[in-house]
């Protein structure tokens, strides 16, 4: 794909993954994306010729619920990218040359599955300078799942330094990270992982003191749970990645009350682990999420509940510069392919929810 700007008359022509409705196939097409006469982006504007895209649940999730009537006709899709700035706006901090990573997603712009996108730095939900020594793969892996799981712990109000966090699902990329976040960035003294046998060492890597295999049942679970509790003391912090509610009752025996700041930190997302035909029902919340988040809101309840989503933070991009910094920071892949001939296989990989690590797309 060429990597000189094809501009004609304002429009920006960029080679991209784009669908037109939930039930139309993923392809390749050509895009027109407006630009501005001579300067090509606003001033608040950049420019980025992508390098490499990273793919999540949350962009097949988006597709299956898009149709032809909202939005742009063809849509492209995709959110995380990495790449690098060949126009920047004058009110922008970012110059031309810089490398960046970032999320993109929003109901009503382009995605990032594109060899060019267009956006404001400032208003998009992360936008970050690559660390040195970082590659674009590395990179365009972090955006929406660490930046979820720095969510989830930060969702804890005090200091984690030397407590205890449980992380359900922690061989999801947003579980990896937590696990990561937990132990090497807040100091947490114990985090323990649940996760199946597939994921353990790479859990163990990212630092995890103990991990408990899922597959083996919900007794066998909670034994070794409580076996961990009864010798190290109760949660400060539980971050589930998986909607795994079957621990809210268990709570009791397992986690601090809000009144020792305990929290039990859920990541929005979909019941059904396979995300290749979500149905409304999937992502909604439980009753029981529901009649929790109310009672924490309204101070009724023993236990705190919040939920989690990536959100724009100041403090984010600098926490995985001083991780990476210290070589504290793994990234893990399950694959990476040629985004124009290997997106199809790239994007069912994601969908069955068995990826071992991030999804890449090389542009
Ligand atoms: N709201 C937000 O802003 C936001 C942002 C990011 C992600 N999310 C949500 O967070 C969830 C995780 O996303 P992700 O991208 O991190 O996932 P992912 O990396 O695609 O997850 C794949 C992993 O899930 C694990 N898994 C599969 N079935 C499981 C089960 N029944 N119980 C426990 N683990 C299971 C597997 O690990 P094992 O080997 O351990 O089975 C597999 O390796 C999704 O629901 C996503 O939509 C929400």
Same mark, same amino acid.
């Given at each position: ?8 008359e ?19 097409? /050509? &895009?027109?994306?407006?630009?501005? *006469?001579k300067?090509?982006?606003?001033p608040?504007?950049v ?11 949350v ?10 009537y ?15 700035? &060949? ?16 999320d993109?997603?929003t ?8 060899? =060019?996108?267009? =956006? *404001? ?7 970050? $300078? ?15 799942v ?11 109000s005090?200091?984690?330094?030397d ?11 947003? #579980? %990896?990270?937590?696990?990561?976040f ?12 649940? %996760? ?15 991990t ?7 007794q ?20 589930? %990645?998986?909607?795994? /509610? ?8 397992? @986690? ?10 859920q990541v ?10 979500? $149905?409304?029902?999937? @992502?909604?919340?439980s ?6 988040? !109310?009672?924490?809101? =309204? #101070? ?16 984010y991009?600098?926490?995985?510069a ?7 920071? /793994?990234?893990? !892949? ?8 290997? !997106? ?8 069955? %929810? ?8 090389k542009?």
């Amino acid at each position: 794909m060429s990597d000189t700007l094809d501009i004609t008359e304002n429009k920006l022509k960029v080679t991209a993954i784009t669908y037109e409705n939930g039930s139309s196939p993923l392809k390749v097409s /050509e &895009v027109d994306l407006p630009v501005q *006469e001579k300067t090509i982006v606003k001033p608040t504007e950049v420019l980025v010729q992508v390098k490499a895209t990273s793919l999540n649940p949350v962009d097949t999730i988006l597709k299956q619920f898009s149709n032809s009537y909202f939005g742009p006709k063809q849509k492209i899709i995709g959110g995380d990218f990495s790449g690098i700035v &060949v126009k920047a706006g004058d009110k922008t901090s970012l110059k031309v040359g810089d490398k960046v990573y970032g999320d993109l997603l929003t109901l009503t712009k382009q995605g990032s599955c594109s060899n =060019f996108v267009i =956006f *404001e730095p400032e208003k998009i939900l992360v936008c970050e $300078k690559i660390p040195d020594n970082m590659s674009f793969e590395q990179a365009a892996s972090l955006p929406c799942v660490s930046n979820t799981a720095f969510q989830a712990l930060k969702k804890y109000s005090g200091n984690l330094k030397d407590k205890n966090v449980l992380v359900l699902g922690a061989g999801t990329a947003v #579980g %990896c990270f937590s696990v990561q976040f937990a132990r090497h960035y807040f100091e947490a003294a114990n985090v323990v992982a649940t %996760c199946s046998s597939k994921s353990t060492e790479k859990t163990e890597k990212s630092g995890a003191t103990l991990t408990v295999d899922y597959t083996k049942g919900e007794q066998f679970k909670y034994d070794q749970l409580l076996g961990f509790v009864k010798s190290h003391g109760k949660f400060d912090l539980i971050v589930d %990645c998986v909607r795994d /509610e079957s621990v809210m009752d268990h709570f009791d025996s397992l @986690l601090k009350p809000a009144t020792e700041q305990g929290v039990f930190a859920q990541v929005t997302g979909s019941y059904l682990l396979d995300y290749s035909d979500v $149905k409304l029902s999937n @992502l909604l919340p439980s009753w029981k999420r529901i009649s929790s988040g !109310f009672k924490t809101s =309204f #101070g009724f309840s023993k236990y705190a509940y919040a939920p989690v989503r990536t959100s724009r933070d100041a403090e984010y991009g600098s926490a995985i510069a001083k991780l990476w910094k210290e070589k504290k920071l /793994e990234i893990f !892949f399950d694959s990476q392919y040629d985004a124009y001939t290997g !997106f199809k296989e790239a994007f069912d990989r994601v969908a069955s %929810c068995s990826a071992q690590g991030k999804v890449i797309l090389k542009f």
